[in-house]
């Protein structure tokens, strides 16, 4: 490593250790204290009858049904948001990407607008948009199969998590295309020009030098949104309150802990989504094989 790049890789560092330093402070003590209090069999309204039971609350969830049922929701939802915003951010980064000069501006903010409404809100406007008393989208849709003005699309499990999901991808698919339009600009026109002259079609030129020279920015873009996706929490707990069979591992953590008091249960479930959260980051490194460090200046 030569000495420009030890000294780029000290100034990273400094500049990163204020806000490092930050988070883990944030962060620590709330994660400590969840792993502690799920040692323990507690309830709020009874802190005298507060037990040391060890592991029992990850055992009492993990052969409990409800956890995998929720558990089998979240990656649905995840798995399914997250393969259509990658196609369609990717759509929209090529569109913003390869906008005249003049339109580029304009363009963004439009697909960025969603992205910057708040997901409470958001999530209830969707939720009014398809209740029963309140929404008009169902009458917009009557020409589906299966769909009347009448239809209550909150009252069974499919079409409930249909809507949750049309709302994710709504939403967050402008961050999947802010992440991609940056790293499709760092790709050197040298490259595709070479190919063009080379006699490559736009397919051959977008998988033989598009795609595999901005690998790291689709890596950080699809780890973010799963990792986003698989924390699901407002738009279920808004639109649904888990029913229908939609409870998510995050809204199981909510009703454990606030709803039913019960903070041993809910700190295990807590753990539980933190530390599949970490599995999910570890699986989408080894899965893509990039060096952030050294990919930064393939560009």
Known sequence: MSERARAERRLGWWLAAPAFVVMLLVTAYPIAQAVYESLFKYRLTDPDAREFTWLTNYWVILTDGVWWRAVGVTVLITAITVAVEAVLGFALALVMHRALRVLRPLLRTAILIPYAIITVVSAFAWLYAFDINTGFATSWLSWVPG????????GSF???VAVIILSEIWKTTP???????AGLAQIPNDLLEAAKVDGATWWQRLYKVTIPNMKAAIMVALL?????AF???DNVF????GAQGTEVVSFLAYRQTISRLEIGLGS?????????VVLISVAYIKLFRINLASARGEA
């Open 147 to 154: 769909i009347t003005e009448d239809t209550n699309v909150f």
């Open 158 to 160: 499919g079409s409930a």
């Open 175 to 181: 961050f999947i295309s802010l992440l991609l339009l």
């Open 224 to 228: 973010f949104r799963t990792l986003d």
């Open 231 to 233: 924390r699901i929490f």
């Open 238 to 241: 808004i639109m649904t309150q």
């Open 268 to 276: 295990a479930v807590s753990v539980l989504l933190f530390l599949s």
